[in-house]
Every structure is written in structure tokens, then in C-alpha cells.
């Protein structure tokens, strides 16, 4: 009997021990939580985006309020809440302490001090800022009211930022009063860690102004743009209008709330238009290489008099009537320049979906590029044991297939990189701000090589002409060797074409003869002219030229 007893007491003290302890520390002392701070976000140079600031959190232990009605009407006047809901959390019981109002200014702190209200406690925490409020507002995100991350960065690497809390632990007697006498323990928070983003804010802050300008010339739905680097897969700059101020978010209208700070750079999906035939050339380029018979060479002359195709039945037309002999025969590169339709049909065609399929899969359309942010889509590809000719047809110029922006931003810079798909990313470095020790490190990750070196230069050779004398020379910037291809496509709504309704954009590189920077500029819905030339590339030389003023590079024509 003895032996059971003590078997049991040593059962309840090694393996129940600090459990029980546990449980006997809260019925004899009370915590107040001491927040950590979140951690810092900043931009590729040091420069700060998100940051800390010191706010304050009013707490109440309801069996010492000394005076709840008279606290109550104190604090409903400096908080400006309700009275009788103060009231009651004041008189409540059963609990230790209750949460009045949390994110309070030092102001606001002051003056609750000031009030000496019994029972009315202060405890300092975190209050987040964003330094520049409506700038890079769909891939910062934004935190709760408790300070953890809801949407963006800020909740992708939440468990970095977010830190550990800490606590002050004071003795109470059983109804929960402090004891006069009673000792009090401070356990420190730990504040959170800093996240280094792979964003320039210089190169950001022009696509924000750009954007602005396009929506006030253009009167768009939304208007969209992303700078990467394609040698690493840096994404350097990354925004959408409309967007939000982090600092002032319209929490009471969730609806324009998450409208407006989502990324639809990589949520939405959309037809992308002339803009694919990138993948088209490249495909017919590479394939040609490799000795295919069905793949067309880049001297072959296309003999394109009607501009028009009829596949199963539909009819497949130029953008342009080909009056007086106009588009009549051209080479790839021309079909290119001119964005020739019926071209890039006959090249689809030629290769077969198994190789047109081969080509969307190396790409990586389909599947999500791996970006390190939640919610990223793969686009939308029809199975390819149901595709007809006509799919495949329309594939060819960038219709019956929807992709993200980002998907797009990928492909092409794949296809003048020199033929490898990297994996994008937004984070370079996690680092400790009190020892400034790295954490976690982030560099440039190779999918896949989608295309042969000379595949890549060839064409990126052909679209320095797209720029240079086609389609997108209003992106030009003179002495540069700006490459790129523009492209318009009819909006679907409701599974029809929307009539008057087009996605402009335009996508661009430079230096053509050895790609760094890449260019997307997406125009939703202008009104107006609707055509990429006109309406998307402009902006985009914008960019390019703020580009190259901003890193001092010298002309290379």
C-alpha cells in the first residue's frame, strides 16, 4: 500500500510537477502581457517600410476598480466608447482582467495615467506603421487590431516578425487583489525579426507615380505593374491601382477593403494576348534547332496575303485589313514586329499540342511559380486531351489561355535570359536587429532551362526590333536597347467577350544584348484606345528611363 502511495507521489511530482506548479502560479499570481514588438520590414537598400512605434493597451482587473461607474465615464469620454459597455466589463466577474481598448496613442495614455483610476492599468506594446502609408500596399499586407499578420508579407512571414510576448506577474490573494506586500516579476518580450525585401523603394516609388499617371490619363479599371530582375528572379518592384493606406485601412468596408489590397498580380488570372507569342517564337525558334522538321526557321517567309486563317470552322484574322499588300509575307521576326495573328497560328499548328504543351509546361504555365506569398494562382490551361485545333490556334497568339501577371513575367524573362526560368521572391534576408546576425537567406533559385542560350539572344534580337521599329517603339528610350511585345486582348464577363472592354499591356527588357531589367505594364479597361502600343507601352518607357537614371547607366547605342 505504502509502495502504490509513493509510486503515485512520484508520478504527480516528475511527471505532473510543472503542470500543477503552473496551475498553482495562476490561482495565486496575475499576468499583465507584455507585447513584443513586430519586427521591421525594409527595403533591398536598409530603408525603412514597416516599422513599431510604441502604443498602449488600457486593462482593467474589475476586483480591484476602486469606482466602475465613475471609471467607466472617465474612459468612455477619453476612448470614446460606449459607457454602459465599459461599465460592464468593469463589474464583470469571474474573469482577472479584461481588455478595454488596445492601439492607443502615448497622448491617450497620458491622460488615463493622469486620471488615477483605481484597478485601470497601462501596459506599453507595439502599434504598426507604415512609413509612407499608400506605397507598396498589396505586398506589405496589413496586421489585426492584436498585431499579427493578416494579408501579405505581413502574414507569409508572420512567425518572424510577430516575436514573443512577455509578462508581468504580480501575487494577488484569492479574489484576485494585489497583495500589498507581494512580489512582482518582470519577464521581457522579445521583439520581433527584421525582413529584408528584395523591392527597391526608389525603383517602387516610380512605378507608384507611373501608375497614378495612367490612371488619371487612361480612366482604367486598375492599372498594374512589376520590375524584375531576370538574371536572379528579384522582384523589384511590384504595385496595383487602386490601393489602400496600411495606416488608415477601411476596416468597416471589407468589401473595397480586400478589393483594393489584394495582389491581383498574382491572384488573377487573364488572357494574355499578343504579349504570349513570346512563348510562340521561342518554342518554333528552339524547336527549329533542335532539327524539327514541323518547326519553322527564322528565315522561312510565311505567306500571309488574306490574314486570315478559318481553323474547325472559326475565322482567325489580323488586327489590320492588309490593304495594299501590308503583312502579305513575312519572316518570324516580322510576324513579330507586326504581331500577325495568323502567324503565330500556323507556328502552333505546325508544332502540335504535344510540343506547344511541352513548351507551356517548361514555362511554367499551369503551376504556380513558388513566389514567397499566399494565395498565388496557376493560371488557367485547357487539359490537353481537350484541346481542338482551335484552342491550339488561339493559343498561339495568347488566347484560350489565362495566366497571372507574374506567370507572364517569368515566361519572357526565361525567354531572353539566356533560357532559364527562375523562381521569383520578394524576401532576400531574416535578420536579428540587436546582433544584425542573419537568420535566413534568400537567392536566386533555377527551375528549369526552357530554351538554349542561342535560342534566348536570337530572340531577344527580334523583339529590340519589336521596340526599336514596331509595335512598341512608344516604349523606346534612345540610345538603349529597350526589347518587348505588346498586347491587347478582349476581356471575358460572365464567360462572353465584353464588348469595348480590353486588357492593354506591355512587357519589356533591357539590355537587349544582355537582359537585367524586366518590364510589365498592365493597362485594365482604358477608356479610349485600347491597343498595348498606345496605351501600355508609353508608361513603360517611363519606368525604363527612370530606371536608367537611377542607376547611371551609360547608352550602349
Known amino acids: 500500500m505504502f509502495a502504490v502511495i509513493f509510486l503515485r507521489l512520484g508520478y504527480i511530482q516528475i511527471v505532473w510537477g510543472k503542470s500543477l506548479q503552473a496551475r498553482a502560479g495562476e490561482q495565486w499570481q496575475r499576468d499583465l502581457p507584455i507585447r513584443a514588438y513586430r519586427g521591421d520590414i525594409v527595403d533591398a ?13 488600457v486593462y482593467a482587473r474589475p476586483q480591484s476598480v476602486t469606482d466602475a461607474e465613475h471609471a467607466a465615464e472617465v474612459l468612455a469620454d ?20 479584461v481588455t478595454l481598448k488596445r492601439q492607443l496613442s502615448a497622448e491617450k495614455a497620458e491622460e488615463i495615467r493622469n486620471c488615477n483610476l483605481g484597478g485601470v492599468y497601462l501596459a506599453a506594446e507595439g502599434l504598426r506603421s507604415y512609413v509612407y502609408g499608400d506605397f507598396l500596399s498589396q505586398v506589405l499586407g496589413f496586421v489585426s487590431s492584436d498585431g499579427v499578420g493578416q494579408t501579405g508579407l505581413e502574414a507569409y512571414y508572420d512567425k518572424y516578425l510577430q516575436g514573443l510576448n512577455g509578462m508581468l506577474l504580480t501575487e494577488t490573494d484569492l479574489v484576485g487583489e494585489e497583495l500589498d506586500n507581494g512580489s512582482t516579476t518582470y519577464i521581457p518580450a522579445v521583439n520581433g525579426l527584421t525582413v529584408t525585401l528584395t523591392v527597391d523603394a526608389v525603383i517602387q516609388a516610380v ?13 482604367p479599371q486598375a492599372a498594374r505593374c512589376i520590375v524584375l530582375d531576370v538574371t536572379t528572379g528579384e522582384i523589384l518592384a511590384m504595385a496595383s491601382k487602386p490601393s489602400v493606406d496600411l495606416n488608415d ?31 510562340t517564337a521561342a518554342a518554333c525558334l528552339e524547336e527549329n534547332r533542335k532539327g524539327n522538321p514541323k518547326a519553322f526557321s527564322a528565315e522561312h517567309v510565311f505567306s500571309n496575303s488574306s490574314g486570315i486563317r478559318i481553323v474547325d470552322g472559326s475565322k482567325i484574322s489580323c488586327w489590320t485589313k492588309h490593304a495594299n499588300g501590308k503583312h502579305s509575307n513575312q519572316t518570324l521576326s516580322d510576324a513579330l514586329n507586326n504581331s500577325c495573328n495568323p ?17 507551356l509546361h517548361k514555362f511554367g504555365y499551369g503551376s504556380t511559380t513558388g513566389i514567397d506569398f499566399a494565395g498565388e494562382q496557376a493560371g488557367i490551361l485547357v487539359p490537353k486531351s481537350a484541346v481542338t485545333n482551335g484552342d491550339l490556334a488561339r493559343i498561339g497568339f495568347g488566347q484560350t489561355i489565362a495566366v497571372t501577371a507574374l506567370q507572364l513575367c517569368m515566361a519572357t524573362a526565361a525567354a531572353v535570359n ?46 529590340r526590333r519589336v521596340v526599336k521599329e514596331g509595335g512598341g517603339k512608344n516604349a523606346n528610350v534612345e540610345g538603349y536597347q529597350i526589347g518587348g511585345k505588346t498586347g491587347t486582348a478582349q476581356k471575358f464577363v460572365n464567360g462572353a467577350l465584353a464588348t469595348g472592354k480590353y486588357v492593354s ?53
Open 45 to 57: 537598400n536598409g530603408k525603412l517600410l514597416a516599422t513599431t512605434q510604441t502604443g498602449y493597451s
Open 78 to 97: 477619453i476612448l470614446e466608447i460606449d459607457f454602459d459597455a465599459l461599465l460592464e466589463k468593469l463589474t464583470k466577474s469571474g474573469v482577472s482582467e
Open 207 to 219: 512605378v507608384e507615380n507611373t501608375l497614378e499617371l495612367a490612371m488619371y490619363q487612361q480612366n
Open 249 to 279: 485601412l477601411p476596416r468597416d468596408n471589407i468589401e473595397y477593403l480586400m478589393k483594393c489590397s489584394k495582389n491581383t498580380l498574382l491572384t488573377d488570372v487573364y488572357e494574355p494576348g499578343s504579349t504570349f507569342k513570346v512563348l
Open 343 to 359: 502567324i503565330f497560328t500556323d507556328i502552333a499548328l505546325s508544332l502540335g499540342k504535344e510540343t506547344m504543351y511541352d513548351y
Open 418 to 463: 539566356g533560357g532559364m526560368l527562375m523562381k521569383p521572391y520578394l524576401v532576400k534576408e531574416i535578420s536579428d536587429p540587436i546582433s544584425g546576425k542573419t537568420v535566413k537567406h534568400f537567392g536566386p533559385t533555377v527551375v528549369n532551362r526552357v530554351i538554349s542560350e542561342e535560342t534566348s539572344k536570337q530572340l531577344a534580337t527580334m523583339l
Open 505 to 557: 499591356s506591355f512587357i519589356g527588357f533591357f539590355p537587349a544584348s544582355s537582359p537585367k531589367y524586366l518590364v510589365l505594364m498592365i493597362v485594365d479597361e482604358p477608356q479610349g484606345q485600347s491597343y498595348g502600343s498606345v496605351v501600355a507601352a508609353p508608361y513603360a518607357g517611363l519606368v525604363f528611363r527612370e530606371i536608367i537614371n537611377y542607376k547611371n547607366i551609360a547608352p550602349l547605342e
